[in-house]
């Protein structure tokens, strides 16, 4: 057994503080909090968890795999965290070969997923928020939505107490101690060590900041996310509005149904603005309100004039290849970086906590090859990968 120190309690903290302690670990978990930490890239009213990945299959069968555990944790939890009310990637001319969606069409059909080509006018019939004029393919997977990423956060940080980890919501991580070739611990914001084995750095869009020397493989951008009220909600409800990808890898535009208090989200995927988490200036500007406008204009006219309820710049913590860095430091002993989910790592929480105590603990796992320690990957490798893998 060892004690372990997990810093940061977002989705990926949480619930590799929870696999670990049941492995049998002593675990402490800190965050500045409150928690959810409303600066946080987890704490939001919805992510996306879909299965389409284009060419990416390892992402889909993970992704597979999440679903199922999604269901079962609205069970386990008896509320509704994951909502499948599917999600839609469609776009304004017909798929082809390299498409993120005809890629993601060919994969899901292999894999025998509820799946329908959307292109045929009477099936646009059944959206009616959508210009009938401007989009005429795509694919919509039915056994997908999205989850109150939020609330999940919220309820796992009390299962982490439940099961008696150690978490302290005011506790800030300062530096790492270091000594004898190893990492032994962390110093806190009033200069307080914490003892430790091993050290899981679970602090996203914050790594390149309280760790400098990751400064060459990790960027926090930030990306616009607005949510709207729509006048007339019936367009956006559910049954007929799906979680979407409007020909996203030209607009970068998202979103998701109308949630309980009557809220539609959109947001914008891109390259995002480089800015630190702790940001004074983490507000929308102007030109990212008139772009949407302007999408909405011509995607989704009922919305165009919604009043904006609220609006956040959420933090990427992207990789060179758009990939999760889940491994240990081979430089620091005892340290283990789990971040750079690159905005997509929210829909794989059921599996998050499996494969970072994976990593913790030196056990195989094929996918830690993948999110292996990999600095010789630059910036500007397979960029358009990172794009392509929409949230
Ligand atoms: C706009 C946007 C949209 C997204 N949409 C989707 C989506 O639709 N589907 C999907 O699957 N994924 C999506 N993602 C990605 C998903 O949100 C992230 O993969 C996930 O939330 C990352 O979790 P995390 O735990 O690594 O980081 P975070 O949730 O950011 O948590 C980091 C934690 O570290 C803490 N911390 C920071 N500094 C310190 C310190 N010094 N000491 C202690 N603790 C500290 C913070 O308080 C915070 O609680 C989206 C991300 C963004 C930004």
Not at 111 to 135: C, G, T
């Amino acid at each position: 057994m060892s004690r372990v120190i997990v810093v940061g309690a977002g989705i990926n903290g949480v619930t590799a503080a929870i696999e670990l302690k049941k492995r049998g670990h002593r675990v402490i978990l800190i965050d500045p909090g409150p928690l959810p930490h409303p600066l946080a890239a987890s704490t939001d009213i919805s992510k996306a968890v879909r299965a389409a990945y284009g060419e990416d299959e390892d992402y889909t069968a993970l992704a597979e795999r999440s679903i199922k555990l999604w269901r079962d944790w609205n069970q386990e939890f008896g509320i509704e965290l994951y909502h499948e009310v599917g999600v839609m990637f469609v776009r304004r001319q017909e798929m082809k070969p390299g498409d993120f969606e005809y890629e993601s069409f060919k994969i899901l059909e292999q894999r025998e997923h509820k799946i329908v080509r959307m292109n045929s006018a009477q099936l646009w019939k059944r959206f009616p928020a959508w210009n009938p004029d401007l989009y005429r393919d795509g694919i919509l997977e039915f056994e997908s939505g999205y989850v109150e990423s939020g609330r999940v956060v919220a309820i796992l940080s009390e299962r982490a107490k439940s099961v008696g980890i150690e978490l302290h919501e005011d506790v800030r991580f300062s530096q790492l101690d270091e000594g004898d070739d190893r990492v032994k611990g962390i110093v806190v914001e009033d200069g307080k060590r914490i003892p430790g084995d091993l050290v899981v750095m679970a602090v996203g869009a914050w790594t390149p900041y309280v760790l400098p020397f990751t400064r060459k493989f990790f960027r926090a951008t930030g990306q616009p996310v607005f949510h709207l009220r729509p006048s007339q909600p019936e367009p956006f409800a559910p049954e007929c509005f799906p979680v979407f990808g409007a020909d996203i890898s030209t607009t970068g535009y998202y979103g998701f149904p109308l949630n309980r208090e009557g809220v539609v989200k959109i947001a914008n995927h891109g390259l995002g603005r480089e800015m630190s988490p702790e940001s004074p200036n983490r507000a929308v500007t102007l030109q990212e309100e008139e772009n949407l406008r302007e999408f909405l204009s011509a995607t989704f006219p009922a919305l165009a004039d919604a009043p904006l309820v609220y609006s956040r710049v959420c933090m990427y913590c992207d990789t060179n290849d758009g990939h999760f860095w889940i491994a240990p430091d081979p430089e620091r002993h005892g340290l283990i970086v789990a971040a750079g989910d690159s905005g997509h790592g929210f829909k794989f929480a059921p599996v998050l906590g499996e494969i970072i105590a994976d990593a913790v603990e030196g056990k195989a796992n094929l996918l830690l090859q993948r999110f292996r320690w990999r600095p010789e990957i630059r910036s500007g490798e397979q960029k358009e990968a990172a794009r392509f893998n929409p949230d």
